[in-house]
């Protein structure tokens, strides 16, 4: 009998993950795959021919009748092709706005740290080191002692 190690165990699952993965998407890539308006009914995704109507069987078919449904196909395909445009934009709108607001809230964040945030420059210099030599080594060693003790 084999023993199964976690690394064993987990790359088996992940196999069996992407398998599952790998259907879905060929099930998805079908005729009529995408959903340019964003409806289904009852499971089903509608397709460019949901325009179409039942077209009448007339024995004698002319050449202006197909010229005519050729017209009417490239209609639908336009119509449906102009659905999936807006949809998309309004999704590309949508993110955009949504951005702009977080960027705008950011910003607003960023300033009112920076309005509160306070900058003192008063003892930056008072312990240089020419001001230093001039002290008393007494009085060194108690700022030394201090500095130590406030740690």
Avoid: Y
Avoid at 112 to 132: A, H, Q, R
């Amino acid at each position: 009998m084999e023993k199964i190690s976690p690394l064993r165990a987990s790359l088996k699952a992940f196999e069996q993950f992407k398998a599952q993965r790998a259907q879905k998407k060929q099930e998805n890539t079908g005729i009529g795959a995408t959903n340019p308006f964003g409806l289904t009914f009852k499971g089903t995704v509608l397709q460019m021919d949901v325009f179409e109507t039942q077209a009448k069987n007339n024995a004698k078919s002319n050449i202006s009748s197909n010229a005519k449904e050729t017209l009417a196909k490239a209609g639908k395909l336009t119509a449906s092709a102009w659905a999936a445009t807006l949809s998309r934009l309004n999704s590309i709108k949508q993110s955009m706005i949504s951005f702009g607001n977080r960027l705008k809230e950011n910003t607003v964040s960023t300033w009112d740290k920076l309005n509160k945030t306070e900058i003192s420059f008063t003892g930056l210099f008072s312990n240089s080191v020419s001001s230093l030599r001039s002290r008393s080594v007494s009085e060194l060693e108690s700022m030394l002692q201090n500095e130590l003790a406030a740690i």
